[in-house]
Structures are given as C-alpha cells and as structure tokens.
C-alpha cells in the first residue's frame, strides 16, 4: 500500500499477488479507518503519523476480529451484534430519537488512577451493553463523552458514534444556534477525570495562535479553537491554577538566594514586580538545566520562615519530586508562582484560554471549548515538553491572578427558575459562549426537579444515586454512570429513586 497523492493516507492500492485482495473502500471503511487512526494516534499521548501501510492492515485485522464485512454498494444503516454485550454499527446514522443514552470512552494516560481506584472507569462500566471492563492494572485517566473524534461517545442503542447521529440529524439534535454560530458542532467536550499524579504542567493556546498552530502542525494541534474550561470538583481535589499575586510571589525570591538567578537581567531582588517580572522568572525557570532546577529544589525543601516559604511547600514538594524526580521544573513554577488549591466536591475552577494550570489529583466532570490543543512545559517527560518560549510568551496574567480569577462559583437557579422549577438545581456559567454546566441535586425518594428547554444541545451524566428521566414523551431508568444527550429545545425532568445517595446529575448544555 502506498500513500495517495490526492486522499492522504486512506487509499489502499493493489497488494502483491498472493495476498488476499484489497478491500473496497466504503463510507464506513473510511469511518473505521478514521476512528481507529485517532485510537493509534492518541494511544500513547502523543501525536503520530499513522501511516497507510500500517492503519489498513491494523483495520482489516479489526475487521476479522470482529467479523465485519462491508460490500461497496452498502450504505444504508445497520447494526452487527458480534459478540455479546458488543455491538459495532457499521455506516451512517438514520433519524434519531431527540433523547438518548450514550455511552463514552475511556482513556489511559499514565497519570489516571488505577484499575476501580479510577472514578471515570467505574462511571464508564456503568453503562449496560458496552464491551468495557475495568482491568486491575490498567490507568484510567479519563473517560470521554462529546463527539470529538478521539475517544468518542456513541449512541448507545445502535453504536452509533455521537458525531454521525447529530450530523445526521443537525437542525434537529443541534438546533440553529450550534449550526449557524458554533460551527455545526457539538461546541464544548465533557470528561470525567480522575487524577492519581499531576497532570502536565499547561496551558490552551487562545483561538489566534490556536489557527497558526494548527495550519503549521496540524497533526499536533488538531484544532483552529480555543479551548478555555473548567473543571467541578466530584471529590476532594487538588490543583495549580493561574497565578498567585504577584506581592506573594516577589517576597520569597527575594528571601532566597539561590532564587536571583531567575530574575530578569538586571532586576535587584527587591525591586518591584510586574507581569513581565513573572513571565520572565517563568521562562527562566523553565530553561534551567536539570542540575540547577535539583539543587533549587533541595535549598526549597526545607522549611524556613525565614525564606518567606509558606508551610504548605516542602511537603508538596516532596510529594511532586515523588512523581516526577527531584529536576523537574513544574515543581518550581507551580510552587512559587502559582495558586494552589484543594477544593471538595462542588467546588469549580474556570481556566481561560493561555491559562496556566496543573491538576494534581481528584475526581473531576471538565467541560471545555471543543479543541484538543495543549501546551506542555513540566510534569511530563521532556521529550513531550512543547518550546518553553512559544509556552511563556503565550501566558496570559488576566483572569488568572488571584484565587478568586480561577474560582468558579456555582450560583442557585433557585425555585421557579426556568433552568430548575424546583430549585434544586446550581449553574456555573463561566465567561464563555460554548456551555454553562447545570448541577442538579436530588436528596432522596419523591424529590425531583425540571430543567428546562436549552437552545443548543446538552449532555448529562449520573453522578450519584439513581433514579427516573423523562423527557420527550419518553421514561428512563437512570443509574450512576449513565450519560444521555438532549436535544434542543426539550424539557428535562429528573426523579430521585429509593437508594439512599440520591440522585446527582452533571449537564452541559448550549
Ligand atoms: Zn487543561
């Protein structure tokens, strides 16, 4: 198979006589072939070039496995049970019902909790009729559940994927807003993290450079849009956001000597700050060589008031060396320059585009702009580390400059509002067009509130408990895990079951 001048990658040519004959490319070869290319190309974190000469043959042996066979001529839509609890759907989506379950997919970075440790594996084993089963030693960092094309959600009552279904069906499952104004897209991408060591130490490129990027490497950066999110604690969690002010950050390397060092050129230790000072350090900080970054590090992790080093430090220090050894520089940059939070469940954080942030443990629902762009600098290992000037000259200071600039609080709709008729039910809105995430709270049986109609689409997912969802004329069974997709312009009601948790439900909607 060689490379097609005019299709890119996805053009099989004759193979060697002997070898079984090519396949005919249909509509959902290419669809296949599409999705197993971002499952190859995302498997590890990194960006590959799939090249043709290994994504055929790894589909046609997908293929095998699970008997699916396609004839050129087939395109109407139908659904191959091919072994049980599986189903695989080959081709394009038909109508859709306005109300669906879905189900997401999981993830496996190495900074994702363990086996049934990990909050997104357990809400993703959930769902009925999938093939997923939670392995001991696996790391299950995320779970997935929008219609971006990596890890993608499906329709759960034909396999579907999610992006196909609303593609088919654009005015009625996106509304006119979506389609005239967002793009014709799904515009936020919801995940549940759960964070066993620190994320990289990064930041979202704004929607400018975001288009530079992506028409320079397109393969590493897949998408022209920012991508500001937030993230709602599900559990304690803990976290790098933004910067601290500067006034906390001058005074302890001004107290500390083997600080200087990073300080612009020039700049006495006790001259005042600006956000030019923190960019700089920043980028000094990042450049060092893996011996300075050590010995700094060792100087920090002694506790001394008299170096102006808050408490928390040297134990949050040990316990980042512990992850990612004593030369890494996210240590220094989040130590010193950044806020640090631990939030308990409920508590939100909103980080705008160029919005520096480090996630360190917890499980989280984050909501985000649709793009899957990132700049890395620390807390990964420095193969994987984007250019330290692009990553700090990028940086933005507004909107991310105090604990209360990344604090998302959530407000109450309060009884009788059109978002929650019974008042039991808090939005966080945060400064952005794409999504507002509604979080409804259902103490226990009898207790119930309607949310109502959105103007773009919306995804929910099951927190906690169970109980009933109707809407659309129809009645679900709901449990923790489940995740549906709403349609604009449908009312939402939500029951609490008997069980004693509730019912807890996360919605992102347009
Ligand atoms: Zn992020």
């Known amino acids: 198979m060689t490379p097609c001048p005019h299709h890119g990658s996805f053009h099989p040519t004759a193979e060697p006589s002997g070898q079984a004959q090519p396949r005919p490319i249909t509509q959902s070869r290419l669809s296949r072939a599409g999705e197993l290319g971002a499952m190859i190309k995302t498997a590890n974190g990194r960006h590959l070039d799939v090249a043709a000469a290994v994504l055929w043959p790894a589909l046609d042996e997908l293929e095998d496995n699970r008997q699916l066979t396609d004839s050129p001529s087939s395109t109407a839509a139908r659904t191959n049970k091919t072994a049980p609890g599986e189903i695989t759907t080959i081709t394009t989506a038909t109508m859709s019902e306005r109300v669906f379950q879905l189900a997401g997919t999981c993830n496996n970075y190495p900074w994702g909790k363990k086996g049934r440790q990990s909050l997104a594996a357990q809400l993703c084993a959930k769902t009925p009729g999938t093939d997923f089963s939670i392995k001991d030693d696996e790391y299950y960092s995320e779970m997935w559940f929008g219609d971006y094309p990596d890890f993608p959600a499906r329709k759960l009552s034909t396999g579907e994927l999610l992006k196909d279904v609303l593609q088919a069906n654009k005015e009625k499952l996106l509304g006119s807003k979506v389609n005239k104004h967002m793009g014709g897209q799904l515009p936020f991408l919801p995940k549940i993290l759960s964070i066993a060591k620190a994320l990289p130490l990064q930041i979202h490129p704004n929607r400018d450079l975001a288009s530079k990027l992506h028409e320079k490497d397109p393969e590493k950066f897949t998408d022209d849009n920012h991508k500001p999110e937030i993230a709602v604690a599900l559990s304690k969690f803990e976290l790098f956001a933004g910067w601290k002010p500067l006034g906390e ?96 469940a409920g508590d939100a954080v909103y980080i705008p585009a160029d919005g520096i942030h480090a996630y360190l443990a917890g499980d989280i629902v984050e909501c985000m702009a649709r793009s899957n762009n990132v700049l890395n600098s620390g807390f990964c290992p420095r193969a994987d580390r984007d250019n330290v000037d692009l990553f700090t000259d990028t940086l933005t200071f507004s909107q991310a400059h105090s604990r209360d600039d990344m604090y998302l609080p959530s407000k109450p709709l309060g009884k009788g509002s059109h978002q929650s008729r019974n008042g039991r039910t808090v939005v966080y809105a945060p400064p952005m067009s794409e999504f507002d995430m509604f979080k409804t709270d259902l103490q226990g049986p009898g207790d119930e509130d309607v949310l109502g109609a959105h103007e773009g689409p919306a995804v929910a997912i099951v927190t906690k408990g169970g109980g009933l969802l109707e809407a659309d004329g129809q009645q679900f069974d709901v449990k923790e895990g489940y995740i549906f997709f709403v349609a604009p312009g449908v009312e939402v009601t939500w029951k609490a079951g008997d069980g004693k948790d509730g019912l807890q439900v996360h919605t992102a909607a347009v």
């Open 249 to 344: 950050i001058a005074p302890v390397f001004a107290a500390v000597p083997e600080l200087h060092q990073f300080l612009p050129s020039g700049t006495s230790p006790d001259s005042k700050w600006t956000d030019k000072t923190l960019r700089e350090v920043t980028r000094n900080l990042l450049k060092a060589s893996p011996e300075t970054t050590k010995s700094v590090q060792s100087v920090l992790s002694t506790s001394s008031t008299a170096k102006n080093i808050p408490d928390y430090m040297p134990s949050l220090l040990q316990r980042l060396q512990s992850q990612y050894g004593p030369d890494d520089a996210g240590s220094l940059v989040a130590l010193l320059c950044m806020n640090f939070f631990t939030f308990a």
